[in-house]
Structure formats: structure tokens, C-alpha cells
């Protein structure tokens, strides 16, 4: 007899078994179908409930007369297998329509995603080159935004110091700066300041916003609980003079522009001064975005609605000039921003999309090696079943937000293209969710192509069958790192067997620098925190001497002869001989830093996105080890 569970999950999309990073064989269990089902809006507390809604669902599929989306090329006429007899409605992106009857009289169709109507029904109709244009070979270099501020100057960085920064790697000849996620935070609660857990991923950070400030010397590290409040007092002093002048077009134009979901947003943003960052804990009746008494808040809040919008506008033109300035001295990408894999369950971005999300469950990866149980990151996804009945029209707008600012986007653990891990609230396992990834994977290339920009996709961990031939296939750039690639504990992978299309850095910001890897700093980290006992510490850093060997022996066919093998110029010799089309230069190992930026499943214990650079934005162009290994970038032709 037929489970209608297991049933309902399978065509629901849920994964029902996998193997996990150790090699062990993983079976999804009742207690996280349920959850899973239920974050997808298909509860099911009996079999009963699972019966009916998987009836649903095929009939639903029986009755269709066109799929739900497919991908079409540019300029191509799509072909959904509409019979001959069957009328249809075509509205194309712009809004203009078509009429007719039978896939013979459908219109080409331009780049875009246009909507069919056919029988009731809706088709998303994708047109998508099929593959993005390889990049020039090239190099660029990853910088933490919020540390380009040293210790003797203090304050936030803002985007004035991105720019400055930006022109003066340009001298050097790089093809793009790499940034972490600038996606909004939480203005209201300045101790969640993670770049990787945004509040929207569809609007800008404005801790970085240019303004009069008067920063003073501070520690070796950000201290958000007076840095965050202190840009915000000076955003209002600004906005307040700026309306005092009599404000500006530009800002008219922007806001009229970017309509109804700026309006949301900055609500949100007032929301949140009255009632805390969360929307989770706010009075019930404004926890839903349509309410008569949120729009009620919305003719009370009016100056705050304004002055959040008029936030979002600086951030905008911060980011857009500085992008412009890269560009115009000589950077041929700009700025090469990077998408956070999810966003905050009770942020701006769920409170005013809520049916684009799961809920009750979050993104996390499944057991290896290092965590038994897991990880849960706290992050919503984007529920799959929401996502095609939208026309995948938030994962669109997601992407454009970037890369209208930027040449180049990171998308980070794409992975969660293909299947997306998702762990229940609660104690019941997580397990993996399939999601569209064909249809997602054609989105990014419009979006890319609109933009004529590269995308990079962060293709690292426990990776689904295919999933790198598909990226290879679409023109996505995968990752490769110089920790990663080997062949075993001690043999590294010549520069010249790296994938072309693809990335190359020595490591990212969860891993440890080059310093730091080579003394073991992240081993010795975790022992201090208690995350390993004392003697795995010891075996790990005696295998960590037998690692470091051999990367040096592979670097030794690269190396000038008088390069030492601890130098940076080792690695970055080798880093830019890979086959690679593209390099990412560090620059906390062009500086010999130990302290990664970011050590995972650490919160207040460890430094997490603190750290100052020891340089000012100004310093990057004069800076003798950065203009080393931008000699050596240029010496292997990047």
C-alpha cells in the first residue's frame, strides 16, 4: 500500500534519502516530512492530510495544459506544447500583450521573463541565453568593507573609503574588488551586523553611507554597539540638512522609480524603530504587511518612511559611484559583489514577501566530519513551490538589485540551486529539498547577460550530482581553492590542472589566511574554544606540517628562486599560474594576517567580521606587498 507521506514528499520535492559528507547513507524521516512539508504550505498531521493534498497536487498536474515554466532562448518562439485548438495570452515583461490560439502562433519572444495564460493556467517563460560569454583571463581582490578603516582613524568605512580603495587597486592593474554581502541589516539591533544574515537581500546596507562623522581611534576591532547607532545619528543630522535644502530630484526620481517595495521597506525600517528589529515580536496585527493598521502606520510614520527611502537612495549612489570610479580608472568588472544564500526569518525581506519563504525550518548543511549533527544557519529559503508560482520574479529582482551596481556576482553556496538542505525547528533531522535549478540557473544568466556581467557560484561542500556540469554548461564560474584542490593530505593540485572556468583563491573568509594555515591558527582556535580536545589538536598541527610541505613543493616549480617558500609571492605565484580564467588575491594574506575574518559555528567567542585592516583605503595604492603580487597577477599574464 502506497504511503501518501512519502508520497506527498517526493512530489513535493523532498529528498527521500542522501549520503552525507562522511560516505553514511542518510533515510528522511516522518517528523521531518511533516516539518518540511509544512514550511512548504502543505501541512499534514495525518495521513488523511497528506492524501488529500497529494491528490491535489496531481490533479493539479493532470489538468495542465502548459508546464509551469519553461526556458526559451532569446528571440526564439517557445514551444509549450499548447494544443493546436488552445487559446492563450502572452504578457511579455514590458507589459505589452499578445493573442492566439496553438503554439504555431506564439511570438518570439526577447531577453525577459514573460508570462503565458493558457486554460487557466500560467507558464513562466524564461528567455535566457543558453550559456554566459568566459571572462578575459584576470585577477581581482577580496576586501572586507567594514575593516578598511584601521585602528588610528576608527569609525565605519564607508562607501567614499570603497571608492578611494577601489581607484587605488585600479593603479595596479586588477580587474575587479571583491566585497561580502552589503545586503541591509538591522539598524535596530547592532549586534547582529553578520553580512551573511541580512535583513533584505533586495536592499543595500546603509552602515556604510558617506556622511560628516568624526571618528575616533579606536581597538584592533569594530565595535558595532557604538559604530552602528553613531552612523545612524549622523544619517539623520544629514537627512535633516538635506531636507532643510529643499531635497533633490534625484532622490524624487529614485523613490518614484523603485515604487511600492522601497515603500515597504523603509515601513519596515519605522516599524522597527518602535518596535524592535524583529518582526516576530512586533503587536500581531502589524506582523502582517497589508493590515488596515499597518497602513495606518504608514500615514503616521511618513517622515521616518522617508528618511529610511532616502537612506536606501544614498547607499545606492555611495555603491554606484564607487562602481563608476573603479571603471573609469581602469578596472574592467568594478565591483564584484556577492548574494547571501538566504535571509533572516524576521527581517525586512520575509515581513514584506512572506509567501516567497519557508518557515519553520532554515538553511543549514548536513552532517560531516566536524559537526555530528549538522548545521542550521538561521536563514529563511525560498520555497520552491512559491518561487514558480511567482515566475521566480523574487530570485529576478534579487539578483538585479546587485548587479545593477556591480560587473561581477558571487552567489554564495549555490548549491541550494540544485537541492537546498532544510533543518525543522524542533529536534527532527534536516534533509534536502529539490528545487527548479534549471529554471533558476537560466534566471541568473538573464539577469547576467541584462547586466553583462560574470557570475561566480560558491560550489563547495557536499555537491549534487551534476550540478557542476550544469554551472559549466550555463557559463557560471565555479570556485576553486588552493586548500582544496589535491589529490590527497599532501599532494596539491598543479596550477596548471586547475578548472578554467572557474575562481581561484588560496581559500575565503571562513577559511584561515595563508599565515594562519601555515602556523595551524584555526586549529589552535578551536582547541582554545573547546571544539577539540588537546590531543586531536596535536595530530591535526603535526599533519598540518606534512600539508604545508607539500603545498611548498608544489609551489617550488613556480617560485622565483630567491621567493621563500612562506612568503605570500609563493602562493600568489602559484595562485596566478593556475589555469583559471580568473584569480582572487586575499588581503589578509597579501599582509601576512593570521586571524581569518570569519571562523564558522563561533558567534561572540571569536572575532567574527570585527577586524580592522592595519591600512587605510588610501594605502592600497602604495602598498609595496600588494604591488608584489599585482606584479606577479601581471608576470602570468592576469
Not at 445 to 463: K, M, S, T, W
Request: glycine share 8%; net charge negative.
Amino acid at each position: 500500500m502506497t504511503d501518501p507521506l512519502a508520497a506527498l514528499a517526493k512530489e513535493a520535492g523532498i529528498v527521500p534519502s542522501y549520503t552525507d559528507q562522511t560516505g553514511r547513507r542518510r533515510r528522511t524521516g516522518r517528523a521531518t516530512m511533516r516539518a518540511l512539508l509544512a514550511a512548504m504550505g502543505l501541512p499534514t498531521q495525518t495521513d488523511a492530510d497528506a492524501a488529500g493534498h497529494l491528490q491535489a497536487l496531481r490533479d493539479e498536474q493532470a489538468a495542465r495544459v502548459v508546464p509551469e515554466w519553461i526556458v526559451v532562448t532569446p528571440d526564439r518562439t517557445p514551444k509549450p506544447g499548447l494544443p493546436d485548438d488552445a487559446e492563450w495570452h502572452l504578457t511579455f515583461e514590458d507589459g505589452s500583450t499578445a493573442e492566439g490560439q496553438g503554439d504555431a502562433a506564439l511570438p518570439k519572444v526577447p531577453l525577459g521573463l514573460h508570462r503565458l495564460h493558457s486554460g487557466g493556467q500560467d507558464c513562466t517563460l524564461i528567455a535566457a541565453p543558453p550559456r554566459l560569454p568566459d571572462p578575459e583571463r584576470d585577477w581581482g581582490l577580496m576586501l572586507p568593507l567594514h575593516a578598511l578603516r584601521p585602528p588610528e582613524t576608527g569609525g565605519l568605512a564607508d562607501y567614499d573609503d570603497l571608492r578611494v580603495a577601489g581607484e587605488g587597486l585600479a593603479a595596479h592593474g586588477a580587474g575587479f574588488l571583491g566585497l561580502n554581502p552589503i545586503h541591509a541589516g538591522f539598524l535596530a539591533d547592532p549586534t547582529n551586523f553578520s553580512p551573511y544574515t541580512p535583513s533584505h537581500r533586495r536592499r543595500l546596507s546603509v552602515f556604510h553611507v558617506s556622511v560628516e562623522d568624526t571618528p575616533a581611534p579606536s581597538g584592533p576591532l569594530v565595535d558595532y554597539a557604538t559604530e552602528i547607532p553613531a552612523r545612524r545619528a549622523a544619517l539623520r543630522r544629514a537627512f535633516d540638512a538635506f531636507r532643510a535644502a529643499g531635497g533633490a530630484t534625484d532622490f524624487d526620481a529614485f523613490r518614484s522609480a523603485e515604487g511600492g517595495a522601497l515603500e515597504r521597506f523603509a515601513l519596515h525600517q519605522a516599524l522597527s524603530d518602535l518596535h524592535g528589529a524583529y518582526w516576530t515580536d512586533w503587536p500581531e496585527a502589524l506582523r502582517d504587511a497589508e493590515s488596515a493598521e499597518t497602513r495606518a502606520a504608514a500615514r503616521d510614520l511618513a517622515d521616518e518612511v522617508t528618511f529610511h527611502a532616502w537612506a536606501q537612495w544614498r547607499a545606492h549612489e555611495g555603491l554606484q559611484q564607487a562602481n563608476e570610479a573603479m571603471r573609469a580608472a581602469g578596472m574592467s568588472h568594478g565591483l564584484y559583489l556577492d548574494l547571501a544564500v538566504g535571509t533572516h526569518p524576521a527581517g525586512a525581506e520575509t515581513w514584506e514577501d512572506r509567501d516567497s519563504f519557508g518557515y519553520g525550518v532554515s538553511l543549514g548543511a548536513p552532517p560531516d566530519a566536524f559537526s555530528a549533527d549538522g548545521q542550521s544557519w538561521g536563514l529563511a529559503p525560498f520555497n520552491p513551490r512559491a518561487l514558480v508560482a511567482k515566475g521566480f520574479a523574487p530570485l529576478a529582482e534579487t539578483l538585479r538589485t546587485q548587479l545593477q551596481l556591480s560587473g561581477a556576482l558571487r552567489i554564495d553556496h549555490i548549491l541550494g540551486f540544485d537541492r537546498a538542505f532544510w533543518v525543522p525547528e524542533g529536534d527532527a533531522p534536516g534533509a534536502y529539498v529539490q528545487m527548479p535549478r534549471a529554471a533558476m540557473l537560466a534566471v541568473v544568466r538573464l539577469e547576467a547577460a541584462r547586466a553583462g556581467a560574470f557570475i561566480v557560484g560558491e560550489d563547495l561542500g557536499n555537491i549534487p550530482p551534476g550540478l557542476r556540469g550544469a554551472l559549466d554548461a550555463s557559463g557560471i564560474l565555479g570556485c576553486r581553492l588552493q586548500l582544496f584542490e589535491r589529490e590527497n593530505d599532501t599532494t596539491f593540485t598543479r596550477p596548471e590542472d586547475f578548472d578554467r572556468t572557474a575562481i581561484a583563491s588560496f581559500s575565503t573568509h571562513d577559511l584561515p589566511t595563508w599565515a594562519g594555515w601555515r602556523k595551524g591558527c584555526e586549529i589552535e582556535a578551536r582547541r582554545d574554544l573547546g571544539h577539540i580536545s588537546e590531543d586531536f589538536a596535536r595530530g591535526e598541527l603535526a599533519r598540518r606540517q606534512d600539508e604545508v610541505a607539500g603545498f611548498d613543493a608544489m609551489t617550488e616549480a613556480h617560485r622565483p628562486p630567491d621567493t621563500p617558500p612562506d612568503s605570500p609571492d609563493a602562493m600568489h605565484h602559484a595562485l596566478a599560474a593556475t589555469r583559471s580564467a580568473l584569480a582572487l588575491v586575499q588581503i589578509e594574506c597579501v599582509l601576512g594576517i593570521e586571524v581569518q575574518p570569519n571562523l564558522p559555528g563561533t558567534v561572540d567567542e571569536y572575532p567574527n567580521w570585527r577586524q580592522r585592516l592595519p591600512l587605510a583605503p588610501h594605502d592600497l595604492k602604495t602598498d609595496p606587498r600588494l604591488a608584489r603580487a599585482a606584479a606577479i597577477m601581471r608576470a602570468h599574464d592576469r
